[in-house]
């Protein structure tokens, strides 16, 4: 099965259990909860369910398309259920089930693994799921998006796609997967991680990034003060960018990181109350 | 008879089912004990998916008997032997006939009165209502919502089990009710169960692939951790935490073996270990104190028939490996001390500067620490370690596995070829990293460890962070502890105070808190983290004051002096030595400071004990000197004879003043004398009714 074949039956599956398949945002950003499907939904009361396919950047992961593990994008299968469903470890293990992975012949674990995103403020609590030792999925029940108590709670699970395609081709080397039946992972990202790994680490500005970041992040305020709060919220994704492509360049010191992550988390933040305030999320 | 309660819930994390497990014994237990029912049995079982709670339990209270006494027997029954107005008006007030009054005993003679029999409430219902609370009451390290209501769990509960003799007994907790069933193996066996009592629970779920009892699983796990290296003659690396963490995370084990290419075993067994434990939690195998290409994994599972678990573990072990020796590889390109420049990038604390700044210090700090302990001919190499220990922040393995921080450095150091006194003292100068782990043992690694925590004590208090109660962000207890540990392990001899004072004027302007005030909360909070230790070893906590009392100019002294005072503690002449000293106390309580001129001397008495003194000061001063603390106090003791002899026959506040000046003054030099050793005074001795245990914290 290649992996667009593995995106498809978690389409299926999902679409099955009544989630929304959402096209993919068109932004970067560092993973598939960032994006407005997850952030906005998961404030206020409003029951919602999606599932979507979410590239995911982290530029300082980028190992010039050698490393045969670690990328500077990767892909994520992004699932929001809220409320999260009471038989939802249940769902899950039926989404496995349904890629003809069988369980009894495996080790299927879920392990203490508490998520936080500073920069959203977001924090939750649930397990990172390994597979004979392989981290395939993360699992969390959010507790707090925006710095605002979620009720109800919602349910997140990210699989990580190319670590479970490893597992189902049984593959040692993400290059070596299939994406389709004539075109492998090789192909179409090989080139792309080399480019970027050297523009990350090496030939990208620190002072358009830096500039960059204070512009959008002046406009991020703009547009907050004009009550738009989706293109203000778009603003902060790409400060969240431009600060990991700092981060990236090696550039930014220890408290400078605090400070700026604590910057985009103000605005973030400002963002959601105003939008569960104006009764939006309900 | 049985009680049985099954919490089910999703996945929590090992400690958390540790500590839910004891606080649920412990709760139970002290309920039931409350409530008066008698408990034959207790258990707490469980996996991660379940606390269970079994226990074997009275019926109910024990009927209770009370006696209400009314008018005393000479009022209540008339001459004539009938009941008086004040008998029968008790009677009706107890809504029972008159006739049925009883003459009770009472210690103030015999009254009217009746017995009562209260039915004890039977433990059914004292269960129904102690379950909810207890429950509700576990505290877990975090916790979480997962519904439309602010109860909070360590992860969501599915169900709850609970039976009495047999049968449900029904309570709600947020609306969850209880009841008899529970389910087996979420994968082999995830169909419901329904429950009969303990003995059906526990049989059924065995079959259902769920094994309840810890001590069972572990069995299991040891059991087939054995069998797996019978052929191989290895054993596994002891690790009583992994083998306690797996146990709590699996409800059937299955131990894997699996085996990694050999060119990993280039890598060294730190980073082997690291990366086997903290990462995939598996057990590395040695042999002859050699690793082996091998190691072991728990799997929650009944088999692993087609070795898919075995594969999967070694595919993702191998990944990690890979990356591992990626690392060194990168590391070793670069050597600390290029890489140590780049300390100025990475901040220790905001107002304390970068690590560049505290690896600067590190050197000064030990220059001095080398030259009050007479160390010089480790000075090149603990000031090299001291400016070094610190560049392996920047290595990728550093970044990867945090725990292997300062072991890498010195396994660096190694590679590099600097000499063994470097690169132990780097490799060590965490340790020790808790109140277990063993201190330096090379004397460099020693001193930069020392150097490092109390550059962080001071530098953490002089920024004005506080430390109270559970708040210790900088974890300056467990330093502050490490400091002793060393300093006692290696019995360095050197001014505490003065260290102090040579580390404030190291930082300079940088701490905003005054510089008299830092000292003053050093010395206090390492005087009660030395109390905690001595407490730990065994020591009165009187001894401990005594020993304090006078002064923590040196921390090695200060353990000498507990030990000799406490070496005294049996002797029969000790509490009148101790009496003896408190009466010299109060005596000289404020009293201005006189001297001793020899030729006033009137009586023998007063002449003899001062011809003695003088002996016995000269006698001590070198024992002082070299910490021979008992052996001084020894002889500080041969004192007492001649000091009992001179309170019997001298009067020391006599009329004429010179004479009494002279006599205070001796007894002031006397007073000295024994504050060499220790303040016996606040020694506790039979009949302190008064006295409170020092406060240890």
Redesign the interface.
């Known amino acids: 099965m290649a992996l667009q074949d593995l995106i498809l039956k978690l389409h299926a599956y999902w679409a099955d259990q009544g989630c929304y398949l959402a096209p993919t945002y068109d932004l970067e950003v560092g993973a598939g909860t960032m994006t407005p499907d997850t952030f906005f939904r998961v404030l206020g009361k409003k029951p919602w369910k999606t599932a979507y396919v979410q590239p995911a950047r982290r530029p300082t992961d980028g190992r010039y398309g050698e ?3 670690r990328v500077q994008k990767h892909f994520q299968y992004q699932v929001i259920m809220k ?2 469903p ?1 038989d939802i ?2 769902i899950y ?1 039926q989404s496995l089930s349904s890629l003809g992975i069988v ?10 693994d ?1 998520w936080e995103s500073p920069t959203i403020g977001a924090w ?2 649930g ?1 990172q799921v390994l ?4 981290e395939i999925s993360q699992f969390t ?1 959010f ?1 707090q998006a925006g710095g605002i108590e979620l ?3 919602p349910v997140e699970i990210t699989y990580g796609l190319e670590r479970l395609e490893m ?1 189902l081709e ?1 593959k ?1 080397d993400i290059y070596d997967l299939d994406w389709s039946k004539n075109v492998t992972y090789r192909d179409l990202r090989c080139t792309e991680e080399k480019e970027f790994s050297e523009y990350n680490f090496n030939a990208a500005d620190p002072a358009m990034l830096r500039a960059s970041f204070q512009a959008c992040e002046k406009e991020a305020v703009s547009l907050i003060g004009k009550g738009l709060l989706l293109p203000a919220y778009d603003m902060c994704l790409k400060c969240s960018h431009f600060f990991n492509l700092l981060d990236a360049r090696g550039v930014v ?3 400078e990181r605090v400070k700026m992550i604590a910057r985009i988390r103000a605005q973030v933040n400002e963002i959601a109350q105003r939008f569960t305030a104006s009764g939006r999320g309900s | 008879m049985e009680f049985l309660l099954e919490i089910l819930t ?2 929590m ?2 400690s958390h089912v540790k500590t839910a497990l004891e606080q649920l014994d412990e709760k139970f237990r002290g309920e039931l004990k409350d409530a008066a029912i008698a408990v034959q049995a207790l258990e707490a079982l469980g996996t991660c998916r379940r606390l269970i709670v079994r226990a074997d339990t009275a019926a109910g209270q024990e009927d209770r008997t009370s006696i209400v006494t009314g008018p005393p027997k000479s009022l209540g029954i008339l001459p004539d032997g009938t009941f008086s107005p004040a008998a029968r008006g008790f009677a009706k007030a107890q809504g029972i006939a008159a006739e049925s009054l009883e003459i009770i005993q009472t210690p103030k003679g015999e009254y009217m009165g009746i017995r009562k029999v209260s039915k004890g409430e039977s433990a059914l219902e004292i269960f129904a209502a102690i379950v909810p609370s207890i429950l509700a009451s576990i505290s877990f390290p ?7 209501s602010p109860f909070k769990f360590s ?2 509960i ?1 169900n709850i089990l609970c039976l009495f003799d047999g049968k449900i007994l029904p309570f709600s907790l947020e609306g969850m009710d209880s009841n008899d069933s529970t389910s087996g193996h ?3 066996s ?1 169909q419901p169960l329904r429950v009969k009592n303990f003995q059906d629970y526990r049989d059924q779920l065995k079959k259902s692939k769920v094994i309840i009892d810890p001590g069972e699983r572990r069995e299991m796990i040891l059991g087939q951790i054995e069998e797996r290296l019978a052929s191989l003659k290895a054993r596994i690396y002891p690790d009583d935490d992994l083998l306690d963490r797996l146990n709590f ?1 699996v409800e059937y084990p ?1 131990v ?1 073996l699996g085996v990694f290419p050999e060119k990993y075993l280039s890598l060294p067994i730190e980073v082997l270990a690291t990366a086997m434990r903290e990462g ?1 939690k598996l057990f590395s195998v040695v042999k002859d104190k050699k690793q082996l290409p091998c190691f072991l ?1 728990v ?4 088999k ?3 070795s ?2 075995r ?3 070694e ?5 990690r490996l ?2 591992a020796r ?1 690392f060194w590889q990168q590391d070793v390109k670069k050597s600390l001390a290029e890489r140590a420049a780049g300390l100025k ?3 220790f604390q ?1 107002k304390l500067g970068t690590y560049d700044d505290k690896s600067q210090r590190l050197k000064k700090i030990v220059s001095y620490l080398i030259e009050k302990i007479d160390a010089a001919k480790v000075k090149k190499e603990a000031i090299e370690a001291a400016g070094l220990c610190k560049a392996d922040l920047l290595t990728e393995m550093v970044k990867e596995f945090p725990s292997l921080q300062g072991k890498m450095g010195g396994l660096y150091a190694k590679v590099e070829g600097h000499p063994a006194a470097v690169y132990q003292a780097i490799y060590e100068h965490y340790q020790p990293a808790s109140l277990e782990d063993d201190p330096p043992s090379s004397l460099t690694g020693a001193l930069v460890s020392l150097a490092d925590k109390i550059d962080s004590i001071v530098g953490v208090v002089g920024v004005g962070i506080q430390v109270s109660g559970s708040s210790d962000p900088f974890g300056l207890r467990r330093n502050a502890h490490g400091v002793a540990k060393i300093i006692l392990d290696k019995k360095l001899r050197l001014s505490f105070p003065r260290l102090i004072d040579k580390v404030l004027s190291i930082y300079g302007d940088r701490l905003s808190v005054p510089a008299g005030e830092v000292k003053t909360f050093c010395l206090d909070f390492f005087a009660g983290r030395l109390r905690f230790i001595f407490e730990r070893q065994g020591h009165r906590y009187d001894h401990i004051n005594a020993a304090l009392g006078r002064g923590m100019e040196d921390i090695y002294d200060t353990s000498l002096r507990v030990k000799a005072v406490a070496s005294l503690g049996t002797s029969p002449n000790f509490e009148p030595f101790i009496l003896m000293a408190r009466r010299i106390n109060n005596i000289l309580k404020d009293m201005p400071a006189c001297k001793v001129n020899p030729e006033l001397f009137l009586e023998k008495e007063e002449r003899d004990l001062h011809s003695t003194f003088t002996i016995i000061s000269d006698n001590i001063k070198p024992m002082i000197e070299k910490g021979d603390f008992a052996r001084a106090q020894s002889i500080i003791f041969k004192i007492q004879p001649l000091l009992n002899a001179f309170f019997d026959k001298v009067l020391v506040m006599a009329e004429d003043k010179k004479v009494r000046q002279n006599r205070l003054g001796l007894l002031q030099a006397i007073q000295k004398l024994l504050l060499q050793v220790a303040d016996y005074s606040r020694v506790v001795v039979e009949g302190d009714k008064t006295a409170k245990p020092g406060i240890s914290r």
């Not at chain 1, 369980?103 to 203490?112: P, T």
């Not at chain 1, 597979?131 to 392989?134: K, R, S, V, Y």
């Not at chain 2, 975090?142 to 439309?148: H, I, N, V």
């Open positions: 490393n045969p593990h409320p999260a009471a470890q249940k293990l369980l009894q012949d495996h080790d299927l674990r879920f392990d203490e508490d939750g609590v397990w597979l004979d030792g392989l029940y507790q009720q109800p709670v597992f049984r040692d010191s220890v408290t | 999703e996945e994390p090992a975090k916790t979480m919502r997962w519904r439309e992860r969501p599915k979420p994968i082999y995830p995370s299955c894997i995939q994994g799997a929650d599972a009944v692993d028939s087609k898919l678990i594969n999967g573990n595919r993702v072990l191998k990944a890979e990356d990626f990038n990475i901040v905001e």
